[in-house]
């Protein structure tokens, strides 16, 4: 019988926090599914595409933290 996998199923496969049984099965299905590998390729470039943001606080932001932190009473410099 054939397992049918949820999206979340395919987020634990990236992720490598499924068993070697789960693992194994996926896999099988993975490679006989055309629709699931779609999806998982799909995972596979948003996570991709994520990694290449870079994400920083705005110069404001920045300029604000430090003014707080220098106003601060009560706090040694290192």
């Known amino acids: 019988m054939t397992k049918s996998f949820t999206q979340n199923d395919l987020i ?4 490598q926090e499924m068993t070697a049984a ?6 099988e299905t993975l490679q006989t599914n055309p629709l699931l590998m779609q999806e998982y390729l799909d995972v596979l470039e948003t996570i991709d595409q994520l990694d290449l943001l870079l994400m920083e606080p705005s110069d404001r932001i920045s300029s604000e933290i430090k003014n707080m932190a220098q106003s ?6 290192v």
């Open 12 to 15: 634990r496969y990236v992720y």
């Open 72 to 77: 601060t009473t009560g706090l040694e410099r």
């Open 22 to 27: 789960e693992s194994d099965q996926f896999l």
